[in-house]
């Protein structure tokens, strides 16, 4: 077995990283526990930082957005160092993914939803590993978040994107990450972009991005806007997600018909562009298991969504039965798919 894998994972608010093992050329695991630092804790994380918009990107980076991609170095530094010396591996490979859109040679973040442009974050990153004596392997490439989620759904035993010759996953957490098998291959969603767009990229009828009214993030703001309250205050008074869907009857039928709404549109466009039809829908990450925990909400999502399926003039008979008569909505128990998922880029980067 190949041990000498480093995945890491990061997100919104923290990184998270582990050793990944080849068990065999078509099956990667975790080896170790996972090392998991929250960028807050960097001294450099500011509080006052706020994302640009799309629409900015060629505005100069702040101050305050230099030192927060500073803070995301430093959590991306920490992660690596502690996994190679509580695990005494030499050498590693090491795949890293992030969110957000990348730089065209692949080495940093042109942009973030919800964090900062961060443009040469893996020259940086090898530069402070160097300074600190760690040796690694180059790393060839900053991956896609979302890309690392199906790859650990694939490769892992316990992936719920096996054996499939269709599916599409879905991972909710601070945003939302897409994921689709054609043809039994994982295919990296920008391939698919001009007949199936990604999440954060569709609208609902008033204009409002599906992934704000179905991310972790985006319910905490929804409620946040209506009791005018600050996220932080929220958290500190222990309001998340699952509570504020329990809760609020506004925001959560807003929740389930965008789900629903969602997946219907995935269901149509696959359809539509290739005549055929998804095996497995899967929900995973943080999503999956608020849903895994609130049965009474995925009935609602599954009820609505079939509903609409049997009400369809896009799919013909055929496809309309193979989704009311099986049960294609899967909860995936993987926790860490896109760590794996990172860990397998790394060891395919050098192949």
Known sequence: MNYN???IDGGATKVSGAIIKQINQNSFDLASDVTTVLIKDSPFYSTDFKPVEIDALQVSLSNEEERQGIAYVEACEK???DLIEQNQIENPNIGIGMPGLKTDNLRG??????GPRIPSILDVLEHRLAMAEIKHQPIVRLGNDSDYCGLGEFYSPNGSLRAVTNA????GGTGIADVIVLDGKPVPFDEVQVWMKKTWDLKNE?????ETLISQQG??????????KSVIELENDGIFPAKILKENKEIEIQFVETIAYLFKDRIHSLF??????FDRIVIGLRLGKLLNNNSELLDSIIKLLLNQISKSVILDPTAQDHYLQK?????SELNHAPIIGAGVDAYYATQ
Do not use: D
């Open 5 to 7: 894998l480093i995945g």
């Open 79 to 81: 992660v690596v160092t």
């Open 109 to 114: 973040i042109q942009f973030m939803n919800n």
């Open 168 to 171: 599409y996953y879905i991972g």
């Open 206 to 210: 008033n204009g409002i991005s599906l």
């Open 219 to 228: 319910i905490i703001n929804q409620y946040a806007e209506q009791t005018g």
């Open 272 to 277: 539509v562009e290739k005549n055929q039809i």
């Open 327 to 331: 049960n294609f909505i899967v909860i």
